[in-house]
């Protein structure tokens, strides 16, 4: 096993297929390992077999809502400007750093003014849900819908894949970045620095 997949300490020691059947999702790659087998091997055993979008899928589901949240935020900004990034993100980027009601009306606000055109609604929809409920006050006592935030945040990863120049580097960007998160990191990777890490330009 490589240690690609190793020391992920953010996402919870829970088996993978456990994980799954909370949110109600399924791969589209059938993986044979014990119902028992944790996130870091089932990652492994997905990489073996080339299945780089259920990898992401896995991740978005793995990763705590707030780390999740944080990873769709930077995929926002490959399909925008970074340094002038839509009222969603910023909305959902201040939550992650302070999830506040406050924080939460803002994101609330950012979403019922959104332009018609503007796909960073997922990462809003993701930090609306995150905490696990339809929002602030009286919403507080309805639960989100299983799998929304997940379901957005790889939507999110998605798009930022749709809108790259190269499929295959920028989703190992996309993976790694998510793993860089789930290590305690900020998630802040470059294609460049993949280039580095692997001698290729």
């Known amino acids: ?19 799954l ?13 014990p119902a028992s087998t944790p996130v ?10 080339d299945a780089w979008i259920d990898i992401l899928r896995m991740l978005a589901i793995a990763l705590p809502p707030r780390e999740a949240v944080w990873w769709a935020c930077i995929a926002a900004h490959d399909i ?23 924080n939460r009306e803002i994101i609330r606000a950012s979403l019922e003014n959104i332009y018609v055109d503007d796909d ?16 602030a006050g009286d919403m507080a006592e309805y639960p989100a819908p299983a799998g929304a935030v997940s379901s ?5 990863n998605m798009l930022s894949l749709s809108e790259s120049d190269d499929f295959d580097v920028h989703m190992q960007l996309l993976i790694d970045r998510a793993l860089d998160i789930a ?15 692997t001698g290729e330009t």
């Not at 059947?21 to 390992?33: N, S």
């Not at 870091?40 to 077999?49: H, R």
Request: hydrophobic fraction near 40%; include cysteine; charged fraction near 25%.
């Open 40 to 49: 870091e091997t089932y990652l492994e055993l997905l990489s073996e077999q």
């Open 183 to 197: 290590r305690g990191g900020n998630g802040q990777i470059e294609a460049s620095d993949l280039e580095k890490e």
């Open 120 to 135: 960073t609604d997922l990462v809003a929809t993701a930090a609306m849900y995150a905490p696990g409920n339809m929002g």
């Open 80 to 102: 925008g400007d970074p340094e002038n990034p839509t009222p969603c993100v910023k909305a959902a980027a201040a939550w992650v750093f302070d999830p506040s009601d406050e």
């Open 152 to 156: 957005c945040v790889f939507g999110m």
């Open 1 to 19: 096993m490589s240690d690609r997949f190793s020391e992920l300490k953010k996402i919870p020691a829970e088996p993978a297929v456990r994980m």
């Open 21 to 33: 059947a909370g949110v109600h999702a399924k791969l589209g790659t059938e993986i044979d390992a």
